[in-house]
């Protein structure tokens, strides 16, 4: 490259791609049902893309290559798969008579066939978003599959906007890639970097030709510590980026690190010809003088305004940040740590927010206006100075405001000693519920959701309008509550649920119910595919000022003679599932859920519940991406589960569920909840996790799930009565418990009735030969 054009001053790492309205949810929902066509689900992209061009240029971006061409179908990874060619062998020729992976490819992989389970889908580093895994073996075809990326840069230019398209970086790529099922033992998808290389640089080429002068590379693998020697990282970044860079005709290169500090790799990046570095320079910290050095000649896009959170910028320590790139010589242009897809669109949607809250939250739109004021700051200082002095003010009202501390909780917290974190020894307290419960040897019991009717959906949406009183609505939900009661009599389960039909989400239900958050109308993020979360928001010290789910515990007890659970969300997941303050450690935080639900606990016993199961299905989720920071999280996020349950009678039993079965580093923190009983993912893995239990010693009560409830497929009696066949020669009969995956809510009534039954039958079967 001569030349290279100035990289804007003020740019996003990426923008929410679901729309205002979540308009690309329905029309992708739309196109997979067959109610509209492929030009009908294009011309929704095209005003999706169009619509938000237009929207961040008149935030601010006006420069070129300022807007992010971070629109997505479906994930950003799948988007690459379908740009290299890397579709698995294992669906057959996705490619159509063009040779490309078009949208029907795409959401096969997406979604799956009758044959083949889709792509894997996983976390997207410490986010709530997950991704499509590519599979890569020795023999993927790699080759430009799909110019979309092209097309989609042509339509913004041809409507006056030269976007920066983006693309996951080939290091990042491979990394997140798993071996495809034909490839050898210990085939590393990183080895195929020579071959994937190729694919990038023509697909750089063509988008120079459209006349993009810019492009971004995210490799946000750089952060997290990997399983692959970081030797064998240094020489891919090193290699990628020397090819990449002496293609003949390619845009300027900005290769971005977002979600954490950049740390051993800097000096790899630094030496290789990218034109810009993206630094998360909000949760990473600025980095040395003397690595800022190695940086010279290059543009530093300083990630200073978080992208991942909700809260309004402090703009004077971003300031400060800015002043130390600035003071090391270097070019400094001001972006978001990440991009702002983890976030909502835009505050000022949020009209039932106080406003005094919505002075505190900067959403997308908002950030956009962070950085356009902090890039201004970096060519002037003094232009800032009105807007640094406000955010500072709102800060320091946020701090004093009413609720955020409140002495009460934290005198509680302060007075808590060992005792409270630890019960009895399990000897006696598997003796306690022994007495207490009566339970046969593989106990059954489902996960606490049944199936989410639209019924159901329908009364509550009813009920939030007003159109039906709220006496209407609990007596609909009761009627719920009774319908499942009934069922699981009649099908044989010996500990009940209540099936959660009252819960909107088994995190939001908590927050509208605890007092220190707040929850929004239209603060929709992906979460993967089509599907969107609308997380609460975290801002205050939590109490409960009535107990929440006892009314309906106790009703649904009413009904039956068996043990019903009391369901709770534990205090990770609440977290998890949430956007957080950010003034306080996490860990303080989850102590103070912890004890909201360590009385609801009390509450629930009071009302006679002998089984209460709180679920951390999130516990791994938050795991940080650097292996030296992960003892710590997991001793507080422990230690926050053990404060929410170690008030439990010894009678009482304790259960909890997680969504996932690859142990690894967690198992030892699995154990260390101290729940009487723990249910796990199981069946997906053909409860290859037996074995992981057994290695371990995993010495209480364990249900590894006997059927996957995430398609509508029956297991038949034979296969759960095989699966429990291999689990009881791992695992001694008397600890194990015999129930699905995970909650039934996604799931309709007649595949749900017959799984169920298939599963009691083949329990009994498996019982008699005990
Ligand atoms: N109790 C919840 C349910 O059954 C658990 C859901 C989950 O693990 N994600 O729906
Ligand atoms: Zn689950």
């Not at 990289?7 to 679901?18: D, E, K, Q, T």
């Not at 996490?586 to 609801?600: C, H, I, M, P």
Request: charged share 20%.
């Amino acid at each position: 490259m001569s030349n290279t054009p100035a990289f804007p001053a003020a740019s996003l790492l990426g923008y929410p791609r679901i729309g205002r309205r979540r308009e690309l949810k329905k029309a992708v929902e739309a196109f997979w049902a067959g109610t509209i066509d492929e030009a009908a689900l294009d011309t929704a992209a095209q005003e999706i893309q169009l619509a938000t061009a237009r929207r961040l240029f008149d935030l601010g971006l006006t420069e070129a290559a300022a807007i992010p061409g971070t629109f997505s179908f479906y994930d950003q990874v799948l988007d690459a798969t379908t740009h290299i060619g890397a579709a698995p062998a294992r669906f057959g020729e996705l490619r159509n008579s063009a040779g490309e992976l078009d949208i029907n490819a795409y959401f096969t992989l997406a979604r799956g066939t009758v044959e083949q389970q889709p792509l894997e889908m996983t976390k997207w580093f410490d986010t709530n978003y997950h991704y499509l895994v590519p599979e890569i073996g020795p023999e993927t075809n790699f080759a430009v599959t799909s110019n979309r990326i092209v097309e989609q840069f042509e339509l913004a230019k041809a409507n006056g906007f030269t976007t920066r398209p983006y693309l996951v970086g080939p290091v990042t790529y491979l990394l997140l890639s798993k071996a495809s099922d034909d490839a050898p033992a210990g085939f590393s998808p990183l080895s195929r970097l020579e071959d994937v290389l190729p694919v990038y640089a023509e697909l750089l080429s063509r988008l120079a030709a459209a006349g993009a002068t810019w492009v971004q590379l995210d490799e946000p693998a750089l952060v997290a510590d990997q399983d692959v020697p970081v030797a064998e990282i240094e020489a891919a970044v090193a290699r990628s980026y020397e090819v990449l860079t002496s293609a003949a005709q390619r845009p300027a290169v900005l290769v971005s690190t977002p979600y954490g500090a950049l740390a051993e790799l800097l000096p790899t990046l630094a030496a290789t010809g990218v034109e810009a570095l993206h630094i998360d320079a909000f949760k990473g910290a600025v980095p040395s003088a003397e690595e800022l050095a190695l940086l010279a000649g290059k543009t530093v896009v300083a990630g200073v305004v978080d992208g991942h959170n909700i809260w309004r910028n402090d703009l004077a320590e971003s300031a400060a940040r800015l002043d130390a790139l600035k003071a090391a010589g270097l070019d400094v242009a001001v972006s978001t740590s990440t991009s702002t897809q983890h976030v909502p669109h835009d505050v000022d949607e949020e009209t039932q927010l106080s406003a005094e809250l919505r002075s505190w939250l900067a959403f997308a739109d908002q950030k956009v206006g962070e950085v356009v004021t902090l890039a201004a700051y970096v060519g002037d200082p003094a232009s800032a100075a009105g807007a640094i002095a406000e955010a500072s003010a709102v800060i320091a009202s946020r701090a004093a405001a009413a609720g955020v501390k409140r002495p009460e909780v934290r005198a509680r917290l302060a007075a808590l000693t060992t005792a409270d974190f630890n019960r009895s020894d399990y000897a006696v307290r598997e003796a306690a519920q022994e007495q207490s419960l009566h339970l046969p040897p593989l106990p059954t019991t489902t996960i606490g959701s049944f199936p989410q009717t639209s019924e159901i959906r329908g009364a509550r949406a009813r009920a939030n309008k007003g159109a039906i009183t709220g006496e209407a609505y609990t007596q609909l939900m009761k009627d719920e509550i009774k319908r499942v009661v009934d069922l699981q009599e009649e099908l044989g389960f010996d500990v009940l649920v209540h099936g959660e039909p009252e819960r909107n989400d088994m995190v939001q239900y908590f927050a509208e119910n605890l007092e220190g958050f707040d929850v929004t109308v239209h603060g929709w993020v992906q979460s993967y595919g089509s599907r969107c979360t609308r997380p609460s928001i975290l801002w205050g010290d939590v109490t409960r000022e009535q107990a929440i789910t006892v009314e309906w515990a106790a009703f649904a007890q009413s009904l039956t003679q068996k043990p019903m659970k009391g369901m709770l969300t534990g205090p990770v997941t609440i977290l998890a599932w949430s956007f957080v303050r950010d003034d306080q450690p996490l860990g303080e935080t989850a102590n103070q859920v912890a004890l909201a639900l360590r009385d609801e606990i009390a509450d629930l016993e009071a009302a006679g519940i002998k089984v209460i199961q709180v679920d951390e299905p999130a516990l791994r989720e938050l795991l940080p991406l650097r292996r030296a920071a992960q003892p710590a999280y997991l001793d507080w996020s422990v230690n926050s589960f053990r404060l929410a349950t170690a008030g439990a009678a010894d009678g009482t039993q304790v259960h909890t569920h997680l969504c996932y079965s690859e142990f690894g580093v967690v198992i030892d923190a699995i154990d260390g909840l101290d729940a009487d009983v723990t249910s796990i993912e199981a069946a997906r893995s053909r409860m290859e996790v037996v074995n992981d239990l057994e290695s371990h010693g995993f010495g209480r009560g364990v249900g590894p799930g006997v059927y996957d409830i995430h398609s509508p497929r029956v297991p038949g009696q034979a296969e759960v009565s095989e699966l429990l066949g291999k689990a009881v020669k791992h695992v001694p009969a008397r600890q194990l418990w015999v129930n699905p995956d995970c909650g039934l809510k996604t799931r309709g009534y007649a595949e749900t009735e017959e799984s169920l039954r298939n599963l009691v039958a083949a329990t009994k079967e498996v019982r008699a030969q005990l």
